[in-house]
């Protein structure tokens, strides 16, 4: 097939017209669809509700050690809390601190502890002239909100299918004191789907940083939403922290995961997990700050999941309800967008996204014309620092949400959207 770029002009205007046509049948359509973000569908969240009677007679509110989960105390968490989260943080216990309902909570706080008051002796990061920090891109959203809320630089940086282009990463850390961190989604990345190669993980462990207060802020928010039931060699992580070990840089990265897409967002456990010296650090600032976290929470998750067989078997059953839904993206893609040219798209084994690359230019008025059209998609330039996506091309598209049926409704109307922004950019 002629892709679009290869056709006449008369041509595609009797392309863009029939699609205007289109695209107004769908407006009159009136439809209310959301792509957006990353929710668990009401399907997924029905998985879990067994978890709400994990605890219920005055017996089962005790922990294992005989603590009382009513009351204040343990900061840190349960022990058996941290086994259960060691086993999302691929870490021993002994080096898991136990939060509150989100990870994102915990890098938020992370990333306040360094700058109010520095990290292992360094000077506060508020008293530094400048502070910078490198954001793989397309990547998460949320995470450049945090950094953008602190005042600090962002430093866009590609992402390819081994991770963050590590060429590139390791001149800017070499060469800058200033830059202090860099943002991590390390399996399934939000939004590409890449899980970063063995060579990426030793190179962030062992490169050159200026700044002796570097630090990794690893969001492993997908390690175990796998699409599939067999986890794919590719798709094995190496660990960061024993990486770091082996490289002499052990208090380099703060590890980060929750249950939010495993349970219920909003209602689920975080952890962290970091180095012995980053941890005593970390709850001596938290023992001013809290007395303890939800330790009835706690107790509920352990109960529910129990292990790591128990957490494989429960995200076996969420695969179950997301893969035909990644494969529907996938499908219409490539059915209606074959004839286009200049689309790419992420098919990712696990995770939540699929990284949508328009042509060059396209992606705010593909947004623009999918809201007119009744299908809500996460804001053109969102998977960029500052919302600045240089290409105009990335869309990040949010499958889980949707029942199938809405799901395929909306794909059909985005597949439009494309075209006729397309087609209007040639004309142009």
């Known amino acids: 097939m002629t892709a679009y770029a290869q056709r006449g002009h008369e041509e595609l205007q009797k392309i863009k017209d029939r699609l205007e046509e289109e695209h107004a049948a769908i407006k009159a359509r009136g439809l209310a669809l959301n792509m957006a973000r990353g929710k668990p569908s009401k399907a997924q969240l029905d998985l879990s509700m067994p ?87 397309p990547g998460y959203d949320r995470h450049f909100a945090v950094t953008e809320e602190f005042g600090i630089q962002m430093i866009p940086v590609p992402m390819t299918a081994e991770g963050p282009d590590m060429d590139e990463v390791e001149r800017i850390v070499a060469s800058d004191v200033s830059v202090k961190g860099i943002w991590c989604v390390p399996k399934y990345a939000n939004p590409t789907g890449a899980t970063y190669s063995d060579k990426t993980v030793r190179r962030l462990a062992a490169m050159e940083c200026a700044a002796e207060d570097f630090r990794i802020f690893w969001d492993n928010a997908y390690g175990v939403h796998h699409l ?71 107790l509920r998750h352990v109960r529910f999941l129990r292990d790591a067989e128990g957490i494989a078997a429960h995200m076996s059953k969420h695969a179950a309800i997301l893969r035909p839904k990644f494969e529907l993206v996938d499908a219409k893609l490539q059915e209606g967008l074959a004839e286009v040219g200049g689309c790419s798209w992420s098919t990712p084994r696990g995770g939540y996204f699929v990284s949508f690359d328009a042509p060059d230019g396209c992606a705010k008025r593909i947004v623009a014309l999918a809201k007119e ?13 500052y919302g600045l996506d240089p290409r105009d091309s990335n869309i990040r598209i949010a499958p889980s949400l949707p029942p199938i049926e809405e799901l395929e409704e909306a794909l059909d109307a985005f597949v439009v959207c494309v075209k006729l922004a397309y087609a209007e950019k040639l004309l142009g």
């Open 373 to 385: 059209a009744g299908v809500t998609l996460t804001r053109a330039g969102a998977t960029y620092p």
């Open 51 to 137: 978890l709400l009677s994990a605890v219920t007679s005055l017996e089962e509110c005790a922990a294992a050690n005989g603590t009382d989960c009513r009351n204040y105390g343990v900061v840190d968490g349960l022990p058996e809390a941290k086994k259960l989260m060691a086993v999302l943080l691929d870490d021993e216990p002994d080096n898991v601190i136990v939060l509150g309902n989100a990870s994102l909570n915990a890098m938020y706080d992370a990333m306040a502890r360094c700058w109010m008051f520095g990290t292992l002796d360094s000077a506060p990061w508020c008293e530094l002239d400048s502070v910078k920090w490198i954001c793989p891109s």
């Open 228 to 298: 599939f039931d067999e986890e794919a060699e590719q798709d094995r992580l190496l660990d960061i922290a024993a990486a770091c070990r082996e490289a002499g840089t052990p208090d380099r990265p703060f590890k980060f995961a929750s249950t939010s897409k495993i349970t219920f967002p909003g209602a689920g456990i975080s952890a962290m997990a970091s180095s012995p010296a980053n941890l005593a650090e970390a709850k001596r600032r938290m023992s001013a700050q809290t007395i303890g976290h939800d330790k009835l929470n706690q």
